[in-house]
């Protein structure tokens, strides 16, 4: 059972640059969420994709986007890159329907360094 | 808003010591639920545990254990006998009823010596 899986693990952009970040879910998950997790920080919530759509997002510019595709993977998006956008960006996995709170599994994130 | 504390930034024992891990939270909901993860230097956030707030029974697992207490908003985690494997980050985390965004607190490295 593939849990999830995310590339590539790592990349260095240079600022102003575009990337693209992509997300496979656990199989049988339905809903992606990503988060970005600064050096020393806990994860923090970018936003989280049901069925094709963004579902709910955090406080994030709208330099973030993303989306999700009919096989539930997931893509994150982030426009002309700035130096703070250096980062560990994970991809969680969940299954929408259950009682709230359904397990969320992670990925082993990608790496972003902009330069 | 929803906010979750680990005041705890690094903690160092030696092998074989008990160590806990504290969390504290802030919610204005009724129904949240409360997560703990583990992050080796990988990267991937490994899942350890998810208690409701309306389950505040404690619970064990091998070393692992956790108190959750709604009377002083703390959800804190204990490893006995700690084991040079359980060196990492720690992070307490906390999601509305709707299981949405999880809110992590900022970790608590530990580390563990032979």
């Known amino acids: 059972d593939a849990g999830v899986t995310q590339s590539p693990t790592h990349l260095i952009k240079t600022r102003g640059q575009q990337v693209t970040l992509r997300c496979s879910p656990k199989?049988?998950?339905?809903?992606v969420s990503w988060y970005q997790q600064a050096l020393g920080q806990g994860p923090q919530f970018i936003f989280q994709?049901?069925?094709?759509?963004?579902?709910q997002r955090g406080n994030f510019p709208d330099r973030f986007s993303g989306h999700q595709f009919p096989n539930y993977s997931s893509e994150l998006n982030v426009n002309a890159l700035l130096l703070g956008d250096s980062a560990l960006y994970l991809c969680a996995s969940s299954l929408a329907g259950e009682s709230s709170g359904n397990t969320i599994y992670f990925g082993e994130g990608s790496w972003l360094t902009v330069v | 808003a929803q906010k979750v504390t680990q005041a705890q930034t690094e903690i160092s024992v030696v092998e074989k010591e008990d160590v806990t891990l504290d969390c504290v939270y802030e919610?204005?909901?009724?129904?949240?639920?409360l997560f703990w993860y583990k992050q080796p230097p990988s990267g991937e956030l490994v899942f350890l545990i998810r208690?409701?707030?309306?389950?505040?029974q404690n619970e064990i697992s091998g070393r692992y254990s956790w108190n959750f207490q709604k009377s002083t908003s703390s959800f804190n985690f204990t490893i006995t006998a700690s084991q040079v494997v359980d060196s990492a980050v720690y992070f307490c985390a906390l999601s509305e009823a709707n299981g949405y965004a999880l809110n992590f607190g900022k970790g608590t490295s530990l580390l563990v010596t032979p």
């Open positions: 994709y049901y069925e094709e759509e963004e579902r």
């Open positions: 919610t204005r909901d009724t129904t949240y639920y």
């Open positions: 208690r409701n707030s309306f389950d505040e």
């Open positions: 199989s049988g998950h339905d809903t």
